[in-house]
């Protein structure tokens, strides 16, 4: 009798990496040689730190070589990046970078899928944070311009946008983190945007839709959930009768919170109310400690256009910003793109890849290597062989 043929593991992914990293383009990061770079393994994503490459070809070069799962680069620019300790290094200014993930967003498909699957919906959630963090607020409320900001998929299941104008590079950890906390919605207090509520005998007072920043935004966001009719005001957190009587009422309540004037709205349950509107229109980012990007000057992050070793996608670079709108990592971060394999998977849910249905699985099948690749890095499949 034969003995049982082996499964393909690492060896075969690192393979794929190697030849993906002979020819891959758009490697290197804007003032490359005074960053950071860090490596990682499969069961670390950062394993060595303080490293540093001058040139494009000799970063390609490791990466093909080492079959490197995982590589990240500060953003932070220095005088000595692969100085240490982190002093010695000498810090000349950092980008600031903005980490969003689904896993941050507590959605409803994750409760039922996990944190390691990512559904579409997951993809779509994400995107659309991420569109409302450039489009809501980078530039409206900060004067950022389209080309200011990069945008890149994180690999897995989020996006990282990464902002380098020279006005941003100097910002300390906690302009870093008041940049943030204002994008989260954080610190905001009911008061200080309807300052007469709560006295009697007078007009409730509130934002206008014109208004800049936060007010602005609040002021549209019950706008449009008044024009988008009862249910939406409900989800604002409005009972039926009074959402009912605001919406027959809306012509009038819209010219009143055009001139600030929100006296024909009976907000009862403000607490509620409040929470549901900041929360609808807040950023969710990433406020994990160990890579809370936006606040640390000195954190690594993934270099855009390379490889994430628990996917096998690429964390690929978007053109412009504006490409979020409609792009899809499942079709457009693909990495291993030929040939393919057969894998002996489990999987509950359907995958969608490169415009494909896949699964769900429980047992043996031939897929594009990408697809056996995906699943085999999150756990979900064992490669057998290349067919
Ligand atoms: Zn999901």
Request: aromatic share 12%; hydrophobic share 35%.
């Amino acid at each position: 009798m034969a003995p049982p043929m082996e499964e393909l593991g690492n060896d075969f992914i690192n393979r794929l990496i190697s030849e993906y990293y002979k020819d891959a383009k758009y490697l290197a990061p804007e003032r490359m040689s005074e960053r950071e770079f860090g490596v990682g393994n499969y069961d670390i994503k950062i394993a060595y730190r303080h490293m540093s490459f001058g040139y494009e070809n000799a970063l390609r070069s490791y990466l093909s070589a080492n079959s490197v799962p995982y590589v990240s680069c500060s953003a932070a620019y220095y005088r000595f990046p692969a100085g240490r300790p982190m002093e010695a290094k000498g810090w000349l200014g950092s980008e600031l970078v903005f980490d969003l993930d689904a896993d941050d967003m507590e959605l409803d498909c994750q409760k039922v899928h996990g944190s390691r699957w990512v559904c579409r919906n997951c993809f779509t959630k994400v995107r659309e944070e991420t569109i409302k963090l450039v489009y809501d607020f980078l530039i409206p409320d900060f004067g950022f311009s389209e080309k200011d900001i990069r945008v890149n998929f994180s690999g897995n299941r989020g996006y990282h946008v990464h902002i380098n104008r020279e006005n941003v590079l100097q910002l300390d950890g906690a302009s870093r983190r008041e940049i943030s906390n204002y994008i989260a919605g954080i610190g905001m207090e009911f008061g200080e945007f309807f300052p007469t509520a709560g006295i009697r005998g007078t007009t409730l007072v509130g934002p206008k839709p014109s208004d800049t920043g936060w007010k602005g935004k609040i002021a549209r966001n019950f706008l449009s959930n008044l024009n988008a009719g009862v249910d939406s005001m409900m989800g604002m957190g409005i009972d039926r009768s009074m959402a009912t009587k605001l919406y027959r009422k809306k012509s009038l309540i819209e010219m009143g919170i055009r001139n600030g004037n929100w006296d024909m709205v009976y907000i009862k349950n403000k607490a509620d109310f409040w929470k549901r509107i900041l929360d609808r229109q807040a950023v969710s980012q990433s406020d994990r400690i160990d890579k809370n990007v936006t606040n640390d000057p000195t954190h690594l992050i993934r270099l855009p256009n390379t490889i994430h070793g628990g996917t096998g996608l690429v964390a690929a670079r978007l053109r412009e910003p504006r490409a979020l709108y409609s792009f899809d990592p499942m079709r457009d971060a693909i990495a291993f793109r030929k040939g393919h394999v057969r894998i002996s998977a489990k999987t509950d849910y359907e995958l969608y890849m490169g415009g494909q249905r896949y699964g769900p699985y429980g047992g043996e099948i031939n897929v594009p290597t990408y697809v056996g690749v995906y699943l085999y890095l999150k756990g979900y499949a064992k490669i057998l062989r290349e067919v």
